[in-house]
């Protein structure tokens, strides 16, 4: 899987990027599936400059679909937890899907 991090209003920590790396890894499991050279995770940390609000939003390329999610969160810990889980949610489901399409063109 190829992935790149980019983060607006908040200076870019190693913390943040391992945080990224290892959230991404765990990703990696739901995605046996798909070939790596064919997925791609593109995702964005922003702090609001006014509020001590944090936007994480993801966008994970299949070659079958984009999925696409951004949650908000009081530290970029709570917000990047919200987002993988939203788009581990949406995977699941798209996998669901294709499992049940399969099954509908062996009968």
Do not use: W
Not at 12 to 30: C, E, N, P, T, V
Not at 47 to 55: C, D, G, V
Request: glycine share 2%.
């Amino acid at each position: 899987m190829k992935t790149t991090f980019t983060v607006r209003h908040v200076e870019k920590d190693s913390i943040i990027q391992d945080y990224f790396d290892d959230r991404a890894q765990k990703l990696q499991k739901h995605l046996k599936r798909f070939k790596d050279d064919l997925v791609y995770l593109h995702g964005m940390l922003e702090k609001n400059p006014h509020r001590e609000e944090f936007y994480a939003s993801l966008s994970l390329f299949l070659p079958t679909l984009a999925l696409h999610c951004r949650e908000k969160g009081e530290d970029f810990v709570t917000a990047m937890n919200a987002s993988f889980q939203d788009i581990i949610r949406q995977l699941e489901k798209h996998v669901d899907k294709m499992n049940r399409e399969k099954r509908r063109r062996v009968r």
